[in-house]
């Protein structure tokens, strides 16, 4: 097992490497890679109600470079199998020069996966930083099939993807700056290190893991980039890439205590600044755009649940960036299923996802994210209402076999809700408060004058957005340090 995994984590890289030389071997590369993955998701355990041993491999003894694969992170890998493998359907009918775009995702994928199984500082540096060139590059190559973009949108288009390249170099260098301090107070760069670490160490390490996760204030860089992106690549961001970020911070947490006791605020303070800001959106992208920031607050509540929530997120919300930007009769399943996923109704993956995480939080946490998922309920109401509004890459053909098929990925994934855990008296009647509170509130929300609102999303704004953050978590840490947080 172990040369498998080592196998199965470079030959995403290698098939990128080799395809720029064979052409012809990109798509079948990017689904059989995608493929593999999913499979090695569910031998390990990926699957919602399976179990698997954890897997562990020690690859530098001195440094602490370790790799560790658990239940928890197979189901963010198969979600990023999945979410690789739906979109590279659509990539044939959509994009001109689509094999550019397809060895991109082969790194997106192959990075991605890195971040999630790394459990050692520089493992987790050298894989965001490799994720983010990807990235960048999937945001500013902007040919698609239906026709060039214009000058003006070619430029937003490179802009936007400049501004998240400096956002993510300033992040990283806040996390480098951290996991030096850990490596010349321990000696070593495995996270177990970190329950040695300072606040300043675990604030900025914690920081450059927000901004890359789009938690609370530092996700400021977010709305902008889903809707300047291509719907598809749009898709993979928030399926996969920005969790990655998320899911390295869950695992920093578990190894250390003080970290641990910041986290509930710090997910309190996402859902609750991402769904304000999306209850208040105009349009159907900036409205799940924000929506993606509240909902990474959910994904970090409960550490042992992150991988799962991750999985329900990762599924739904493909469906709902493709779902609204195309016209075809695929359009109302994509949104129905979508929807319901991000809302919890029960029988989806999204409510056995949030009833186990709400399950496992302090009172005060669990009633508050039980309040935002009223708002995520409204928001989902708001998205079914909204008029068709293709986004760049949309299509109003009919629907082709790809289109089912990617369907069929995700939304058969959102129906694999049968968790008995999930089914208690408590969590059925919080969903159901949700529902019958949230669905009236979307239908009615038209009149009720509080939308209109925005924020300032320019680059000053990101940049001190982080700055910001850096003195609120250090604050927290500083305290939880001490042994004093409630």
């Known amino acids: 097992m172990t040369e498998l995994t080592l196998v199965w984590v470079a030959l995403p890289?290698?098939?990128?490497?080799?395809?720029?030389?064979?052409?012809?071997?990109?798509r079948p590369s990017l689904v059989g890679m995608a493929a593999?993955?999913?499979?090695?998701?569910?031998?390990?355990?990926?699957?919602?109600?399976?179990?698997?041993?954890?897997?562990?491999?020690?690859?530098?003894?001195?440094?602490?470079?370790?790799?560790?694969?658990?239940?928890n992170v197979a189901a963010m890998l198969l979600a990023h199998g999945l979410v690789t493998l739906g979109v590279a359907l659509y990539l044939d009918r959509r994009f001109a020069g689509s094999r550019f775009l397809a060895m991109q995702l082969l790194i997106v994928h192959g990075s991605a996966n890195a971040v999630v199984i790394s459990a050692d500082l520089i493992s987790v540096y050298v894989s965001l930083e490799v994720l983010s060139i990807g990235v960048f590059l999937l945001l500013t190559y902007g040919r698609r099939a239906e026709g060039q973009p214009t000058v003006e949108s070619r430029e937003r288009q490179l802009w936007v993807g400049l501004r998240y390249l400096f956002m993510s170099n300033v992040a990283m260098l806040f996390y480098l700056m951290g996991a030096i301090l850990v490596y010349?107070?321990?000696?070593?760069?495995?996270?177990?290190?970190?329950?040695?670490?300072?606040?300043?160490?675990?604030?900025?390490?914690?920081?450059?893991?927000?901004?890359?996760?789009?938690?609370?204030?530092?996700?400021?860089?977010?709305?902008?980039?889903?809707?300047?992106?291509?719907?598809?690549?749009?898709?993979?961001l928030s399926g996969f890439t920005t969790k990655a970020g998320a899911m390295a911070l869950v695992r920093c947490s578990e190894a250390s205590p003080v970290l641990a006791q910041g986290l509930p605020y710090l997910s309190a303070g996402s859902a609750v600044f991402g769904i304000l800001l999306a209850l208040m959106a105009s349009?159907?992208?900036?409205?799940?755009?924000?929506?993606?920031?509240?909902?990474?607050?959910?994904?970090?509540?409960?550490?042992?649940?992150?991988?799962?929530?991750?999985?329900a997120h990762g599924l739904a919300k493909p469906l709902l960036f493709v779902g609204t930007s195309v016209s075809h009769?695929?359009?109302?399943?994509?949104?129905?299923?979508?929807?319901?996923?991000?809302?919890?109704?029960?029988?989806?993956?999204?409510?056995?996802?949030?009833?186990?995480?709400?399950s496992a939080l302090d009172p005060w946490h669990e009633w508050l994210l039980v309040g935002v998922t009223v708002g995520t309920t409204c928001l989902g109401v708001r998205v079914l209402r909204a008029p068709v509004s293709p986004m760049?890459?949309?299509?109003?053909?009919?629907t082709p076999w790809q289109d089912k098929v990617a369907l069929v990925l995700w939304g058969g994934g959102l129906l694999w809700g049968w968790l008995p855990a999930a089914y208690g008296a408590d969590n059925l009647l919080k969903a159901l408060l949700s529902l019958g509170v949230g669905i009236p509130l979307g239908w009615f929300w038209e009149r009720i004058p509080l939308k209109g609102g925005?924020?300032?999303?320019?680059?000053?704004?990101?940049?001190?957005?982080?700055?910001?953050?850096?003195?609120?978590v250090w604050a927290l840490l500083a305290v939880g340090n001490y042994g004093t947080l409630p």
Do not use: C
């Open 283 to 311: 349009t159907p992208q900036h409205l799940l755009a924000w929506s993606s920031v509240s909902q990474m607050g959910f994904v970090i509540a409960a550490p042992q649940w992150a991988g799962l929530y991750g999985l």
């Open 184 to 236: 010349v107070r321990t000696g070593s760069l495995a996270m177990s290190s970190l329950t040695m670490a300072d606040p300043t160490a675990l604030a900025l390490i914690a920081v450059g893991l927000l901004a890359k996760g789009a938690i609370f204030v530092a996700g400021l860089w977010l709305p902008l980039t889903y809707v300047t992106a291509d719907s598809v690549v749009a898709a993979v």
């Open 392 to 398: 760049k890459g949309a299509t109003t053909s009919a």
């Open 329 to 358: 009769r695929w359009r109302w399943p994509m949104l129905l299923l979508g929807t319901a996923s991000l809302a919890g109704v029960p029988g989806s993956l999204g409510y056995a996802a949030k009833a186990l995480s709400l």
């Open 36 to 71: 593999l993955t999913v499979a090695y998701a569910v031998q390990q355990g990926g699957l919602p109600g399976t179990t698997a041993t954890p897997l562990e491999l020690q690859l530098l003894d001195h440094f602490g470079v370790t790799l560790r694969i658990d239940a």
């Open 13 to 26: 890289f290698l098939l990128a490497f080799t395809t720029y030389l064979m052409p012809a071997l990109t």
């Open 454 to 472: 925005s924020v300032n999303e320019g680059l000053e704004a990101v940049v001190g957005g982080l700055s910001i953050v850096l003195v609120l």
